[in-house]
Structure formats: structure tokens, C-alpha cells
């Protein structure tokens, strides 16, 4: 294990409040992802980012934002938009000059929204 | 977009045989199939790939088959044990804008019975 890092592994928030998962990775990996895990639904892309300061929206990003000020960190706001927030959110990054597509996952933070 | 089926959503062997996770992808491009195993808790990390020049891969008890005319692509355990008991997922990966995008399976749950 290592190489990436999700902060905190439990998180607890009241409903209408923004929160932020934190990433961060020294693998000295170009791109970066978030996923949500719900059961049964398996890993839906939220965001991805190949560079710094470039994102893009995955298949689930609504009600959610992220940046990539630095090439080691990409924090996920989860805002009070997103309806249904509560879920196992999951960090990767992979490299992608000459990219495999394997992706490296962090430990996960469980976000439970009352 | 891509999608990817995967079945069966739950699977129960005895410990010593053998276990089939089978999906399928709808998008002829893609060109790289991991498979990722989580456990309970925990993050999912790469247990075997193949890439589509590639019909067949083996490691050790595990497996990987690809057809590509079918698009089809599957996982084979052999001689399962009850550390093999986790979450599977397939996944099929394309190379878009520079970008190799996955889109994960919904998962199998397998249960090794000692």
C-alpha cells in the first residue's frame, strides 16, 4: 500500500453542508480520477484530470467540483447539490504517456450524509 | 460510450473449484480489459489484464480470455480458495483525446465455501 492516500477514511456530514475528500498521490502520475462506489453499481467516473489545472467531467458529475492546482493533489468537493451523496468514494491515478489504463486506487473515503 | 456487462452479480463455489466471471463490451475500440479485486473494506487493486492483441492470459490459478469478434472477455479461477472470496470487477479501457478511459464492470461477488 502507499503511493496514494485518501483523507479522511470516515466522514460524517449534516445534510446542505459542502464537504472535500482529500487525494493525493507521489507516484508522479500525469492523470487522476474519482469514482463513487454504490452496491451493485460497481465504480462510476465522477472527474478526471490528465494535467494540472485541467479537469473533466465524468459520467456522474453533478453536484460535484474538483481541482488540480498541483500535479500531486486532486480534491473532491461534494456539494450540496449532489442529492444523493452519501456513498465509497475512490481516488486513482495512472499514467498516461504510453498509458496501460492500469489504475491505481487509493484506500477510499466513506462519505454518510444525514 | 462504452458498456460493460458483467455476470453474474453474486457467485458460490467450493473451495477447490473453479470460478467463471464473464463480460461483455460495446465498444469494438477498446483495447485493454483489467480486472480488479476488492475486498471487504479495502481498495481494488489489479489482479490480471490483457490487452486486445491477446486472446488468452494466465497467472499462477487465474486466467483471462478475450474474444474480440464477440466482445467477450472473461475470468477463470481455478482451485479456489477462501482468500479468493471478494468483489471482481472487469473493466474495458479506451484510448480517447490521449486519454485511456475505463468503464468498470458492475461487479460479481464471490464466495468461496471452506
Known amino acids: 500500500d502507499g503511493g496514494i492516500t485518501q483523507s479522511p477514511k470516515y466522514l460524517f456530514r449534516k445534510e446542505g453542508q459542502n464537504v472535500t475528500l482529500s487525494c493525493e498521490q507521489n507516484?508522479?502520475?500525469?492523470?487522476m480520477y474519482w469514482y463513487r462506489q454504490d452496491p451493485g453499481q460497481g465504480l462510476r467516473l465522477i472527474y478526471y484530470s490528465q494535467i494540472v489545472n485541467d479537469f473533466q467531467k465524468g459520467d456522474i458529475a453533478e453536484g460535484y467540483s474538483v481541482s488540480r492546482e498541483k500535479k500531486e493533489s486532486f480534491p473532491l468537493t461534494v456539494t450540496s447539490a449532489q442529492k444523493n451523496p452519501t456513498a465509497f468514494y475512490l481516488c486513482a491515478s495512472s499514467i498516461t504517456e504510453g498509458a496501460t489504463g492500469e489504475q491505481y486506487f487509493g484506500p477510499g473515503t466513506r462519505l454518510t450524509v444525514t | 460510450g462504452e458498456n460493460v456487462e458483467q455476470h453474474p452479480s453474486t457467485l458460490s463455489v467450493q473451495e477447490g473449484d473453479s470460478a467463471v466471471i464473464k463480460c461483455t463490451y460495446s465498444?469494438?475500440?477498446?483495447?485493454?480489459f483489467p480486472w480488479y479485486k476488492q475486498e471487504l473494506g479495502k481498495r481494488p487493486q489489479l489482479i490480471i489484464d490483457i490487452r486486445s492483441n491477446v486472446g488468452e492470459k494466465k497467472d499462477q490459478r487465474i486466467a483471462v480470455t478475450l474474444n474480440k469478434t464477440a466482445k467477450h472477455f472473461s475470468l477463470h479461477i481455478t482451485e479456489t480458495q477462501p482468500e479468493d472470496s471478494a468483489v471482481y470487477f472487469c473493466a474495458a479501457s479506451i484510448l480517447t483525446g490521449g486519454y485511456q478511459k475505463v468503464t468498470f464492470g458492475t461487479g460479481t461477488k464471490l464466495q468461496v465455501i471452506p
Open positions: 507516484l508522479n502520475h500525469d492523470a
Open positions: 465498444d469494438s475500440a477498446s483495447n485493454y
